[in-house]
């Protein structure tokens, strides 16, 4: 049978659940597949399309990956939204809207309304393809899927997923050969890739002593040198980059040509010579959004087939025609049965079974050694095993070693209070933090930590997970900073590197005697990161990129501090919710470390804005879905930054049905006295960043007082700008707006006299001030209900007789309109509000 019976009727139990589980969401569910070659924009608008829902998540093949489009996602909507998911690294706000992870941790258990995998054609990749493919089978968003890929899996989508919409992505711009080329006649901007360290560390010493200097980029090291290498070679400070394939998958760089080294490469199971398809993913980097690029090889390999440059330049490659496949339904009776389930063979041609997978091989050791199999007794233990069997080994050494690593650990947590004893702990974490070293003395202690960080993020295997997280994640960072020098002292030469570095310096350092804010940061940013006290450029840029929000100190101005370093300021935007950002000196950084630090102020500037609506979800109400009357409230209240009268929402209120009140309750959205607000936007907090983000669009300070006085003189205020604030005019005063809404609340609760008698006091509202409040507020000032009820007991005019002079028998005021009675039907108008509104 071919793999195309794989659609038909006898599809097995794993094509007939993902049918299922499409549908699972409903007809209304929509499956794309966006295909087509490097440089397309795929994940550029997969990313876009995700944003346009209420929730959403992403599959990316590379830790680093993950976390570039993290931090893209997270500049567009602030932190607070955005989770960031991988086997090292966890990024879990309170309430995430967004998840971006490595395939491998995406949490399918949370359901979304937009599902995104990216580099899907890794289904059938030796090793990793089961992955892949099982997410191809199962993972569904609610509302719309999108799995993004090279064009040869264009026929297994469609036959997997009938209904799938298939989408032909176009390169932006050509891809052509140049020939062979020496290392010595390379144009700038070029990227020359091998595929191995050594060969890679040989061709960037030859270029460093021909060239200059050059960055170096290899998938053993970890994301935070990586980055960093990337951050050199984007910002200019070198020109040339050597590399492995690992800038093959998703690395946005600046690149006009890649030379190939190497044509072929140990894939972990023999020497092999690259598909075409594998060539066209690597050279397709070259020529990025409008550029055109060239690839080509070094003149010490022959020029290559031309079948092989004519596929690369169409991308014109053979479909894939099978997927790796693992079982899914595993069965945790016993070491035996779940090794069976694992080795269970596909029923159809389309699939191939893994051949060999880390995991699988440590559960087939561990399963024989006597003491693990006294303590697997049930189902509980067997599971725990294997989830110690998906511990990766990322040092690639003696499997025997890592399968000893494993077996310490899982009879540790079978043991005693189930978790891993410290002392132990601190015996494998404490030989690693250590920076000293050359560059592959400091990629094996890179590699192991690794190990240790994936384990700290197991809470419930350590006592104080946080700690660990925390002590594995300070030497990860030590270590990767600490290779990153020892790759630029290597293959970059010191005096290109001293005269970027006297940039820096000579920027920061007038400092000890003057007033410059960089003063202290410039004693930071020094030549070398091991002196006591010093910091490097990439260090001190790290730590910002990776500090989370409370970190930064933001004054009433918009300025913007970091470990009490004076880093950036909010400046003016399009409106209140849009500030845009600015260093304090940004002649100080390179183009990499400059670009890096902006993106971070982005973000934090879209979490200030949140924390000014309090947490108000804006753009999950005004998404696909919603009714128009709550779309058309959601966008008044995000534009009054949480905060509008009842007149301005008088008409979407109407019309809101009940399913639709219950969810903007849900969101803290409540009807006031006079407002319509978001509980959270009155909180002080949320006041203080309104008035810093209301004050820098208006471009003039706040008025003294605002926000922490509840009570301020209304002279010179007009109604607009107070509200703008978060005040409302009432008669001579300004009063907060939170605290216009609690005396109205009490107002209009029949025995709310005493909380308003108690408020009045505390504000210090007397005589004729307090009484024009109240009045204005809807209320009666305190004595006139029982002197009414005295005027009825001698038989005075009813009392609506006395409503004719004022509301609830006060004086009629100028300026000010009637309102109804407490006891009455609660407002839904505009009343009482201020004409000049």
Known sequence: MGWKAVAGREAGPEVRLSAMNSSASGRSSVVVAELGPTNTGKTHRAIERMLEHDTGMMGLPLRLLAREVYDRVTARVGEGRVALMTGEEKRL????????????????????????????????????????????????????????????????????????????????????????????????????????????????????????????????????????????????????LVATDAIGMGLNLDLGHVAFASLSKFDGAEQRELFPDELAQIAGRAGRHLNDGTFGTLNTLEELPPRVVTAIETHRFPAVRSLIWRNAELDFASPEALLDSLSRAPRHNAFVRVERADDFDALKDLSHIPAVRDVVTDRAGVELLWQVCQIPDFRKGLFGQHVSLLRE?????????????????????????????????????????????????????????????????????????????????????????????????????????????????????????????????????????????EVFEVDAFGNISFESQPLGRLVRGTDRRSPQVALAEPEVWTGGARRRLERRLHALARDLVTEAMGGFPAESLTGAGRTPPTRGLAYRLAEGMGLITVGEAREQWALLDEESRERLKAVGVREGRRFVYVAGALAPQALERRCMLTALFLQKPSPRGVPREPVLDAAGWNVREARAFGYELLGPVALRIDLVERLGEALRHPRGAPEVQALTRELRLEGGTRALVLRELGGAPQGSASKRRRRRRRGSAPAMASDKAGTHGAPAHAGTHPMPRRDGPEPRGAQGTPKSD
């Open 409 to 549: 650990t899982f009879l540790q947590l079978t043991a005693g209070d189930g978790v891993l004893d410290a002392t132990w702990l601190s015996k494998q974490v404490s030989p690693l933090d250590d920076v000293s070293g050359d560059i592959h003395t400091l990629m094996d202690r890179l590699a192991a930590i690794r190990i240790w960080t994936y384990i700290s993020h197991r809470s419930s295997w350590l006592r104080d997970a946080e700690q660990w997280q925390e002590r594995t994640r300070h030497i990860e960072d030590a270590l990767g900073d600490a290779l990153h020098e020892r790759l630029v002292e290597r293959f970059v030469q010191r005096a290109a590197r001293r005269s970027a570095r006297r940039f820096v310096r000579a920027s920061a350092t007038p400092a000890a005697s003057s007033d410059n804010p960089f003063a202290k940061l410039g004693a930071l940013l020094g030549e070398s990161g091991s002196a006591e006290g010093l910091m490097t450029e990439e260090q001190f840029v790290q730590r910002v990129v990776d500090a989370t929000h």
């Open 93 to 240: 706000p309170p309430r995430p809207d967004y998840w971006i992870c490595t395939v491998e941790a995406m949490p399918l258990d949370r359901a979304v309304d937009f599902l995104a995998v990216d580099e899907i054609q890794l289904a059938a990749h030796r090793e990793r393809g089961h992955v892949f493919t099982d997410r191809l089978l199962h993972a569904r968003g609610r509302k719309e899927t999108w799995f993004l890929g090279a064009e040869t899996m264009r026929p297994m989508v469609q036959s997997l997923i009938p209904h799938v919409s298939l989408k032909r992505a176009t390169r932006l711009s050509q891809l052509r050969y140049a020939g062979r080329r020496s290392l010595k006649s390379l144009p700038p901007r070029s990227a020359v890739v091998a595929f191995s360290a050594d060969r890679v560390y040989e061709l960037a010493e030859a270029l460093r002593r021909l060239r200059g200097g050059v960055a170096v980029v290899l998938g053993a090291l970890s994301p935070r040198t990586r980055n960093a290498q990337v951050a050199m070679y984007q910002s200019g400070e070198v020109q040339y």
